[in-house]
């Protein structure tokens, strides 16, 4: 740090720099979020300095934490959920499988717990795992890359504390045979977190509707991002919960602040991400998000339209606005891509492809222009 300050012209001079270093995301196609809608923008800066981490000093943005909550919970089949506001599907994996470890510890089982996750879970549950000491069993996927019932099934044992279901899996968009799993948890007694980080905004938004959430009496919780296709700003996820008892397993006293308790990972947290998440929901409604809904899968089918014509086909028929493409040399037509054309583009692991990801920020003359260079670099290479 300088021993006097700049001026401020010269930071402003030093931030437009960097921002012109960043990507924009018209060259973006690997990215599960976008740019926040211009109303929670507005939210955003309004609400700067509020700390949810000791809301009792924001009373107003604790209101608009409820809102959010009761309204996701209505969207998600349960209007009396209990929850709060996360960082990001990272955190709220973590805080619901702490709270099926905690709640598995108070019944003094001994043996070290497992959780049952589909070989398509993203890569914050190898945090889970670390962070909790938990033994992590990936279960196989089936041709349609859903977890396999059977492979789930033989990995259930005494100390299994719960499985994940994905809603929307990162590489490739699907979403798992929720019902199915639904049933094998309360038969088994154990807990079964969705993992709705990306299709949360997606899936009550088609026109097929799929089976995810606490309709299904298995469900326990379930994260969804604001942030990704809810259109808020960063840092915005929701992390829900069925049954009040499991976040009331996540509590911390908190004698210090004008609250006495804190079910968080973090302390200080965002109300300006709260304020932003409030709004975008409101001002879009049902009728708002279906749409932009709509409009990422008609891009979507028009890529794959257009991806067709130059003899390119997708892995699986896409569920959401994710497409993973059975495509050979895929590492190598990513980093061409990038360093020919500016795209940004991804991997998939197993099977190994090349993931597109739809957003609203995504036209259809950014699909012609990439599908273009695509043919360029796959006549190159
Ligand atoms: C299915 C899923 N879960 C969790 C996450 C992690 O979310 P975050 O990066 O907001 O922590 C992602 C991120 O892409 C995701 O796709």
Request: hydrophobic share 40%.
């Amino acid at each position: 740090m300088n021993e006097k300050g700049l001026e401020r012209e010269e930071i402003i001079s030093v931030l437009n720099k960097s921002k012109s270093e960043d990507l924009k995301y018209n060259r973006v196609l690997s990215s599960m979020c976008t740019y926040p809608h211009e109303i929670a923008i507005h939210a955003h800066m309004q609400f700067m300095e509020s700390n949810m981490g000791d809301f009792g000093l924001f009373r107003g943005t604790y209101d608009l934490e409820v809102s959010v909550l009761r309204s996701l919970g209505e969207l998600l089949h349960h209007p009396e959920v209990s929850g709060y506001m996360t960082t990001g599907g990272t955190e709220s994996n973590i805080q619901a499988i702490r709270s099926m470890r905690n709640i598995f510890q108070r019944k003094d089982k001994c043996h070290k717990p497992n959780l049952v996750v589909p070989d398509s879970a993203h890569f914050s549950f190898d945090k889970v795992s670390d962070i909790l000491d938990i033994e992590l069993r990936k279960a196989t996927l089936d041709k349609d890359l859903k977890v396999s019932i059977d492979s789930v099934r033989s990995l259930i044992d005494d100390n299994t504390i719960g499985m994940v279901a994905i809603a929307g899996s990162t590489e490739f968009g699907q979403v798992d045979q929720i019902d199915i799993l639904s049933d094998i948890a309360l038969e088994n007694n154990i807990f079964l977190h969705v993992d709705a980080a990306f299709g949360g905004y997606v899936l009550p938004f088609l026109e097929e509707q799929h089976d995810f959430d606490f309709k299904l009496p298995g469900v326990t919780s379930i994260a969804i991002d604001p942030h990704k296709m809810g259109l808020s700003t960063i840092p915005a996820g929701v992390l829900l919960f069925r049954d009040p008892g499991q976040l009331e397993s996540l509590r911390a006293d908190t004698p210090y602040l004008t609250v006495s308790t804190q079910y968080t990972l973090t302390g200080t947290r965002s109300g300006a991400a709260v304020a932003a998440t409030y709004a975008v929901m409101n001002f879009l409604g049902k009728e708002g998000y279906r749409k932009i809904v709509a409009d990422c899968m008609e891009a979507t089918y028009y890529l794959l339209d257009r991806l067709a014509e130059i003899g390119i086909y997708p892995l699986i028929e896409p569920v959401m606005n994710v497409v993973a493409l059975d495509i050979p040399k895929a590492d190598l037509i990513r980093s061409t891509l990038a360093k020919d054309f500016n795209w940004q583009v991804s991997i998939t692991q197993n099977p190994h492809g090349l993931r597109l990801v739809i957003m609203p920020h995504v036209t259809i003359e950014m699909i012609d222009s990439f599908v273009q260079d695509l043919r360029t670099v796959l006549e190159t290479i």
